[in-house]
């Protein structure tokens, strides 16, 4: 039988569609993965039924009418023969950890960002700090330019005490380098760009904190991954995060691979192999694994350098 009924998208009406189902004694339940939109539905029926989140790429209708009522009830005609593939979806607790370690991720991009912008003043202003520091943000490039935004005129001396380590050598480069056409502006815009720096990073501290949290039941998964060349604790608690700590989700590595997105694509026809873009899957993971390999080649008495140097 086949019965259709239209629900809102609040709460009360969400709450209504779950007494709906139930009334029906319907334990069954799928649904389309359009952006966040399927999430407040997936929240209200989660635990009271068996839920299946469908890739829309994968439950295409045969050409004809599209209406919401056609697209319902071919979801559900494919359900009851079980053509449907379930899209993976963490538990809650792991939900909550991927937030913040996406978020995470976006403001060390942010970071990055504001460094690139202070950069760009620098140049602007011809002071050429970059060309004899390689980190204008560590501990000796912080104080000449927490000193340029003061406005201060430097001698030889106070820049010697200001630097470290091998950095005192360069003083007479130094000197050179903070001579340039520094104005007013230069000074509030890079004062700006500081600031904004030791908001995010103390965001990032905060988020840090609480990731710890999250993550002290998964230990033992942190160290098997953090044995992985390239793969540090950080990295570890972000792919545990888009994962999840129950493998049984992927029934292969290939599985978990093409779910990530950085298995080649395969497009064979009539036995020509054709050029095809690889699929997207995950972006943040597929992201983090790229920086991981990069990293990982780098890594001494591996196996994972001398097969990268071979094939370059």
Sequence with gaps: SKEIETFGTTTDELI?????????????????????????VWNILEGTCELTLANPERIKNIPGKKTDYNDAEWIARLHRHGLIQPSFVPPEDIRDL?????????LVQN???????????????????????????GVSGRALLESIVNG????????????????KRKVPELIQALNGRLRVHHRRMIKR???????LEQEIKELEDEID???APYRLE???????????????????????????????????????????????????????????GNKGLKTLLIQCGWSAIKVKDSRIPAVYFRLV
Aim: hydrophobic share 40%; with cysteine.
């Design 111 to 137: 970071v990055t960002q504001e460094k690139n912008r202070i950069h760009k003043i620098l140049q602007d202003a011809n002071l050429k700090l970059a060309t004899f520091i390689t980190d204008i943000f």
């Design 213 to 215: 949290q999250l993550i």
């Design 16 to 40: 209504r569609l779950l007494d709906w189902l139930q009334d029906r004694e319907c334990v069954h339940v799928a649904m389309e993965s359009t952006g966040v939109y399927w999430k407040p």
């Design 152 to 167: 201060e005129v430097l001698d030889e001396h106070q820049i010697r005490n200001m630097v470290k380590t091998q950095l």
């Design 98 to 106: 991927r937030d913040l370690t996406r978020y995470r991720r976006k």
């Design 193 to 199: 760009h500081l600031d904004h720096i030791a908001f």
């Design 222 to 280: 942190l160290e098997l991954l953090d044995t992985i060349p390239g793969i540090s604790l950080d990295a570890a608690a972000s792919i545990l995060a888009e994962v999840g700590p129950d493998m049984s989700h992927f029934p292969s590595d290939a599985h978990l691979t093409s779910w990530a997105g950085v298995c080649p694509a395969n497009h064979e026809s009539n036995g020509k192999k054709k050029r095809k873009k690889n699929y997207r």
